[in-house]
């Protein structure tokens, strides 16, 4: 490997005036390359041939932002590994502060687990095709990778992510982790994001069954998720501008805003509390029942029949309903009502009908 001192490096070699700097957060790092002859490039990305696996740089950096440093009081090691391909149980186990790319991960060797317990790691446009990749790994940056199907239970239990144009094709590819950002990413994943604390998804697509259960301060915006069971027993948590193809969303979902949303699929959000729907098209098949605290404010509803049923509910709701059963308590604003069924003794919500659509 080749250890290279920052503070020797002028301006030129590096693009930053001596005594800068770099590091920390991620978009803020300063990106040292390394050629195979050992030059230093200020071309932005690592070179290597065959004979070239790894390089170590060394950077000034604060070393109270990533713990205790590797060399000594205020410099810490990077390691980058660029074109290799590993298969073998544990290729990167317990590593630190390393930088991966171009690199496979896949091969007859079968192994698993290759960044168990990793500290610190950036991975760019890199394949994945082996089992269990990322668990236990604490400050993690994932950009322009692919995950296959054969990748299972790909993030586990790790902690400060950032994942970034990449696809998530393995089951269960996120579970128990904490401090997630994913940007402009494609997610085909069974049991996608369970009991995750802190997602912040934007502009990204999702297909899934059970999606995002147990989870909590989620913000979804300019998402499109399609499958079964999505967001159950959720909480504190915002959706803006998505649209969800879905059934029995939202159930036992707890303190929620989804706002300029399409959400289509029978039985929505059953049991939830604390719910509110903002400017949103609503869907499918008895929706909204057995609710407390429920606001709907501006929404449309579409070929929603048996709706508010034993719910708690103030909504305004800007087109036709076809049927409307037993609110238990609150006010319901319509234009117009199919029918309004009140056979239960106990329901004492008002359904205001105002004949303007």
Known sequence: MKTVNYSEMNSDQTGVPRGA?????????????IAPSGQMSNRGSFAANGLVKACTVVVQCCPAAFGPPDIQKGWIAVTIYANQTYDEERALYGSRDITVEECRFDGPADGESAFKECYDVRVKNSYFNL??????????????????PLCRAALWYS????????????????????????????????????SVRGLRMTDSTAES????????????????????????????????DCE???????????????????????????YCENVTFENCTLIGTQPLCYCKGLKLIGCRMIDTDL?????????????????????????????AVGEIIMDDPLAMGRVIVTGKE
Request: proline share 4%; glycine share 6%.
């Open 307 to 335: 709706a508010f049923e034993r719910s708690e509910v103030e909504a305004e709701v800007l087109t036709p309903v076809e049927s409307i059963k037993n609110p238990r308590t609150g006010q319901i604003t319509v234009p």
């Open 209 to 240: 069954e059970y999606f995002m259960m147990r989870s909590d301060h989620l913000h979804f915006k300019n998402v499109k998720m399609k499958g079964k069971y999505s967001f159950q027993y959720i909480e504190d948590s915002v959706f803006e």
């Open 21 to 33: 700097r770099p590091f920390l957060p991620e978009t803020n790092r300063l990106r040292l390359s």
């Open 131 to 148: 089992r269990y990749p990322f668990w236990h790994v604490i400050h993690l940056s994932i950009d322009g990778c692919e995950m296959t």
């Open 159 to 194: 902690e400060d992510i950032q994942i970034r144009n990449s696809k998530l094709h393995g089951i269960k590819a996120l579970r128990e982790c904490s401090g997630v950002t994913i940007e402009g990413s494609d997610i085909c994943s069974t049991e996608f994001g369970w």
């Open 244 to 270: 969800f193809d879905t059934k029995d969303a939202f159930w036992h979902a707890k303190n929620v805003l989804v706002k300029n949303c399409v959400v289509k699929g029978e039985y929505l959000a059953w």
